[in-house]
């Protein structure tokens, strides 16, 4: 083979693999458009490391059901239908529910840690009934905010579940799921209201 065929071979290769690696990536930033660029040209090298799947987050019971859910009814999408959420759709939401079951475990690492102080916490003095009562309070909000959070989560996690279910009715030709695609939004931004609360 000559030189010039081996070369426009291995640069065929290389678009075809930076290709790919920009189509799997969720996110779409500079970075992405770096690493596949740089795959076109160094693809014999980054290749095997550009398109190794991505090792899963560490995510709470809510997120990983509600990623287990979107993935299906990802994965199940034979055409664009645009009832079913996109990939930078699906990546925005899973960013807010990670952010809201990291918010709903700092409150139970609060919470327990509050509740331990509180035996050791001295009841005499002055002010120690008052003091008492501020601190059962804090704790008494603490405890309907971790509430407020978890049953959030919950909701999003079987609005996702009904989701998936409806669009695999809709695939095999029943009703849509657009209202159900509304009320997933619905509960995102509910989420980020009870963040935007918090802080």
């Known amino acids: 083979m000559q030189?010039?065929?081996l070369i426009f071979l291995y640069l065929a290769i290389g678009f075809v693999c930076g290709g790919l690696h920009y189509h799997q990536c969720t996110d779409r930033g500079m970075r992405e458009?770096?690493?596949?660029?740089?795959l076109v040209v160094l693809w014999p090298l980054w290749a095997p490391f550009a398109m190794s799947p991505a090792r899963p987050a560490d995510r709470g019971p809510f997120a990983s059901r509600i990623a287990l859910a979107l993935e299906r009814v990802g994965s199940s999408t034979q055409n664009r239908d645009a009832g079913v959420l996109d990939r930078g759709e699906m990546s925005t939401l899973m960013k807010q529910v990670d952010a809201a079951e990291e918010r709903l475990r700092e409150l139970d690492v609060q919470l327990a840690a509050m509740?331990?102080?509180?035996?050791?916490?001295?009841r005499e003095g002055p002010d120690a009934?008052?003091?008492?009562?501020?601190?059962?309070?804090?704790?008494?909000?603490?405890?309907a905010l971790r509430d407020r959070e978890r049953t959030a989560l919950l909701e999003l996690?079987?609005?996702?579940?009904?989701?998936?279910?409806?669009?695999?009715v809709s695939r095999f030709g029943g009703a849509?799921?657009?209202?159900?695609?509304?009320?997933?939004w619905a509960r995102?931004?509910?989420?980020?209201?009870l963040a935007a609360e918090r802080y």
Request: proline letters at 2%.
């Open 3 to 5: 030189q010039g065929t």
């Open 33 to 38: 458009v770096a690493s596949s660029l740089t």
């Open 115 to 122: 509740q331990q102080e509180s035996s050791s916490f001295p």
């Open 129 to 143: 009934e008052a003091r008492a009562r501020i601190r059962a309070s804090s704790v008494t909000q603490l405890e």
């Open 157 to 168: 996690a079987d609005t996702c579940d009904l989701l998936r279910a409806q669009h695999l």
């Open 176 to 184: 849509g799921h657009d209202d159900l695609r509304d009320e997933l």
């Open 188 to 193: 995102v931004q509910a989420l980020t209201v």
